[in-house]
């Protein structure tokens, strides 16, 4: 099993800045891609940025320019810069990690959810 640990969320003015980060531990083989999605009140989850083990990332739209996706294969966790956030970035941030687990195979694991609340 794989196990997802997030933190570094909080409240933050407009403009500012915070740093997610998502820990992965348990019986894991192999990580693949890592990624970040959000979801705000009343709306479906969405896709915000995205890790492939070789180190190419995506973004959505939205983000590109403010916020930056890394990871440390060593430590097995994903990190989300956050720059110049808006009022509109406020969600919950989930991580999620495909990863190959002993006597499983590839699988989308999700974190429990981290509140990223931004205000004027």
């Known amino acids: 099993q794989v196990r997802l640990v997030e933190s570094g969320g909080g409240l933050v003015q407009a403009g500012g800045s915070l740093r997610l980060s998502c820990a992965a531990s348990?019986?894991?083989?192999?990580?693949?891609?890592m990624g970040w999605y959000r979801q705000a009140p009343g709306k479906q989850r969405e896709f915000v940025a995205r890790?492939?083990?070789?180190?190419?990332?995506n973004y959505a739209d939205s983000v590109k320019g403010r916020f930056t996706i890394s990871r440390d294969n060593a430590k097995n966790t994903v990190y989300l810069q956050m720059n110049s956030l808006k009022l509109e970035d406020t969600a919950v941030y989930y991580c999620?990690?495909?990863?190959?687990?002993?006597?499983?195979?590839?699988?989308?694991?999700w974190g429990q959810g981290t509140q990223v609340t931004v205000s004027s």
């Open positions: 999620n990690v495909l990863a190959v687990a002993v006597g499983r195979d590839a699988y989308g694991y």
């Open positions: 348990g019986s894991i083989l192999r990580i693949n891609a």
């Open positions: 890790i492939a083990s070789g180190g190419s990332t």
